[in-house]
């Protein structure tokens, strides 16, 4: 039997074939040789329906089935490494694994590794020991954590909820307010409360006032007699009394000054000389002072020209008359006497200047 090339094969010339050049051919050698090649009906040929090689041990292929197999394969392969490129260009890049959550903090390119989720997780609850609902049997339970909406159903009923604080359910042991209706009473009812229209506060100067809100310029004014306040600039408060009228006083007062208003002391005094003298004629029989030509001098002046007799006449060679010289001086002893002069005193005490503002609404 020829081989491929037009020559014999030395494989079948030995037992069991006993194939070789010049001898005789035995149906045994033949019917050996023959096993050992493929049988014609175990080929498998390409077809459109049939491009794929089997899987059986009984078939060989052609080789156009070979050829189209592979390409089959060959392209199945590029779509498998296509899409698992595109599986892995999914994946979480090496360099963003993270083993400490910590440090990771809320970077949203890391990612942690498993040990680190379960040492994270080590310090959190078990969601064994989760209660979607507070009862009576668990509500006091130390392990179990409620939901929000557990604790949101269990404490609050919003049947009960108030969105405004009014007369009539301001005392309401059972309703609870918002947030909302705590602030619009808390900023009118409970202020009209506390700071009634009419109250009169202090502020250290006018920048404050000047700078506070509108909310509260609107409602308090500066005490300078407009907007309905009451003008106490350089003013003092004073306590009221029934009776009493709304201003008065002043910053200072003037008074006499009188007996009763000083305490005993004691006046020294001092003065001239003074001399004086009465003339008379040669007798001491007085006659009218002043008369005939002798009138009197120094502190004597002249009084009624009626005369008197002091004693007998007798003559007197000279003219008598009567001389004497005074210098006053001493002291006075007592409680004084009221003055003419009013003093004007300063009444005002120490103080401290502040703006006083008035709510007027």
Known sequence: M???????????EETPYYIKRGEPLSAEGMNAALNTREKITHKEVY?????????SNDYYPSSKLVKESLSAAKMALEESIDALSATVSSKEDASNKTGDLDSGGSNAALYPTA??????????ENASNKAAIITDVNKDDAVKYPTTGAVTAWAENSNNKATSITTANKDDAVKYPTTGAVTAWAATALMDILLPKGMIIAMENATYYNNASAEFKAKWKICDGGNGTPDLRHKFLRGYQSGDVAAGGADSRSFGIGTNNLPNHNHTFSGTTATGRLPCLGSMHYRDVGA???PPSGVFSEGSRDGYVVGFEKWFPNEPGLSFSMT??????????????????????????VIYVM???
Not at 2 to 12: E, I, K, M, P, Q
Not at 47 to 55: F, G, I, P
């Open 328 to 353: 006053p001086q001493g002291s006075v002893t007592g409680g004084g006497s009221t003055t003419p002069d009013r003093i004007t005193v300063e009444t005002v005490p120490s103080y401290y200047t």
């Open 2 to 12: 020829a081989n491929a090339t037009g020559s014999y094969s030395d494989n079948f």
């Open 292 to 294: 005939n030509g002798r």
């Open 47 to 55: 077809n459109t329906e049939a491009d794929v090689l089997s899987a």
């Open 359 to 361: 709510k007027v609404a």
């Open 115 to 124: 040990q680190a989720v379960k040492t994270a997780l080590d310090g959190k």
